[in-house]
C-alpha cells in the first residue's frame, strides 16, 4: 500500500532553518498536488503551501517568504524548506498527496496522508 513518511523535523533556534521531506512509496501511478499542513497543540490543523507536477507553488501568508516547497518528481518526494523560523511554528508538520494508485483491478485516486514529524522552534 501507498505510504507517505515525514522526515527532518527537529529543534531549532529563533531565526534557523530546517528543512522537511515527505517521501512517498507504494504501487504509485502518479501524484497530483502534494501539500505541507501544520498542527499545534489545541488548534486546528493548518494548510502551509501546495506544489503542483508544474512546479506551480501557493503558501499560506504566515510562511510567505521563509518557507519553500519543491519536489522531485521522480523520486516521489517533496520537501518544505523553512527558514527565519518563529516559535509560532512550532507543530507537527503533516505531508499530504493526491495518488493515483495501481490495483489489480485498476485505478484509484485519493488523498493520502503522513503521520507528522514535530518541528520545534525554541531558544
Known amino acids: 500500500q501507498v505510504q507517505l513518511v515525514e522526515s527532518g523535523g527537529g529543534l531549532v533556534q529563533p531565526g534557523g532553518s530546517l528543512s522537511l521531506s515527505c517521501a512517498a512509496s507504494g504501487a504509485i501511478l502518479n501524484i497530483d498536488v502534494m501539500a505541507w499542513y501544520r498542527q499545534a497543540p489545541g488548534n486546528q490543523r493548518e494548510w502551509v503551501a501546495d506544489i503542483y507536477p508544474s512546479g506551480h507553488t501557493n503558501y499560506a501568508n504566515s510562511v510567505k517568504g521563509r518557507f519553500t516547497i519543491s519536489r522531485d518528481n521522480a523520486k516521489n518526494t517533496a520537501y518544505l524548506q523553512m527558514s527565519d523560523l518563529k516559535p509560532e511554528d512550532t507543530a507537527v508538520y503533516y505531508c499530504?498527496?493526491?495518488?493515483?494508485?495501481?490495483?489489480?483491478?485498476?485505478?484509484?485516486?485519493?488523498?493520502?496522508w503522513g503521520q507528522g514529524t514535530q518541528v520545534t522552534v525554541s531558544s
Open positions: 499530504s498527496a493526491d495518488i493515483t494508485i495501481v490495483q489489480s483491478v485498476g485505478t484509484i485516486r485519493t488523498e493520502y
